[in-house]
């Protein structure tokens, strides 16, 4: 049961009672498909699109493994959890002492100005968020981030504004099978929207720090070990930066040798490699498969070119 300003019970289904079982008919249903991997995969394939986008490269021809999703998307999950958990606590908290420390006559002038100013910016906060999902980010822009923390943010308002209008007695009773099914029902809502809408914010983040860390490795080309690319028969690469040389010797097991490229990374059995000299606006990304017939050494970028 809540307390009201006044001291008063409330009769209404407060959520010390609603989410204990909202939580446990949530967790009957997630519990078992394990949500927490399913969420890093989920960040994950946002992560790897989001990189490797950048490079004009389709994720899906790597064969990443659920292993690299899961691994990946701890980068699009860490930051978005620390951050939202901190909020919570410090409201949390803020409105224990609201509730329990101000005296009664200053919480109500209180109460009188956050509730409609809390229900009013949540009401902004959740049309601007559904004007940009419907306008396909046509509001905050493409792949934003914005409008799932406006939709999140602004729910959370909205339910905080009507308990803090509920936590006056009605003036007419509702019944109490009503207010618990009711009650669930709100939370249940609540709990759904916010969820879609970290979801939204954290996708739109992860595909972010995709995109972020491919362009610190396309500013970090230069610095990065040279891949040095040996075949055993031409592999035609007319890149630019990439130069092709033919080995003087007849018995060489690898006869052609391809200088001035980057490894990405390799995943699939494949390599994904950059020249140095790769520009996005023209830049051609190479896919090798991984084979025995070529093979890969690498060296300092400052190092001079061995003899082949």
């Known amino acids: 049961m809540s307390e009201d300003p006044d001291g008063k019970a409330s009769e209404e289904l407060g959520a010390t009672d609603a989410l204990p079982r909202l939580f446990k008919v949530f967790g009957g249903i997630v519990a078992p498909t394990s949500l927490l991997t399913a969420l890093l995969f989920y960040f994950g394939r946002s992560r790897a699109a989001g990189y490797y986008r950048f490079f004009h490269v389709n994720s899906t021809v790597l064969d990443l493994t659920t292993n690299d999703y899961l691994f990946s998307g701890v980068d699009g999950l860490f930051v978005p959890i620390a951050v939202t958990c901190l909020l919570a606590l410090v409201l949390m908290w803020a409105n224990r002492l609201l509730l329990t420390r101000v005296p009664p006559g200053a919480r109500r002038r209180t109460l009188r100005v956050l ?8 009401v902004v906060l959740v049309g601007l968020a559904f004007a940009d999902l ?4 046509g509001v905050f822009g493409a792949n934003s981030a914005t409008g799932g923390v406006l939709l999140a943010i602004g729910v959370i308002l909205l339910v905080y504004a009507v308990r803090l209008v ?3 007695p009605p003036r007419t009773p509702e019944p109490a099978g009503r207010r618990a099914t009711t009650g669930l029902a709100e939370w249940a809502a609540a709990f759904l929207l916010v969820s879609i809408g970290l979801f939204w914010a954290a996708q739109a983040y992860a595909f972010g720090v995709g995109t972020g860390g491919a362009i610190t490795l396309y500013k970090a080309l230069p610095a990065v070990p040279e891949a040095i690319l040996y075949s055993e028969h031409s592999l035609s690469l007319a890149v630019p930066g990439v130069t092709e040389v033919r ?3 007849p018995d060489a097991a690898y006869r052609f040798r391809y200088d001035g490229l980057r490894l ?10 950059l020249p140095v000299t790769w520009d996005r606006t023209t830049g051609t990304a190479v896919l090798i498969p991984r084979s025995g017939s070529i093979r890969l050494e690498f060296r300092a970028p400052s190092a001079p ?3 082949c």
Request: net charge negative.
């Open 115 to 122: 509730v409609p100013v809390a229900g009013l910016l949540g």
């Open 134 to 137: 419907l306008t396909d980010g």
């Open 166 to 168: 509920r936590l006056s």
């Open 247 to 249: 080995c003087a010797d």
């Open 264 to 273: 990405v990374r390799e995943a699939g059995d494949q390599y994904l490699l």
């Open 305 to 307: 070119p061995t003899p």
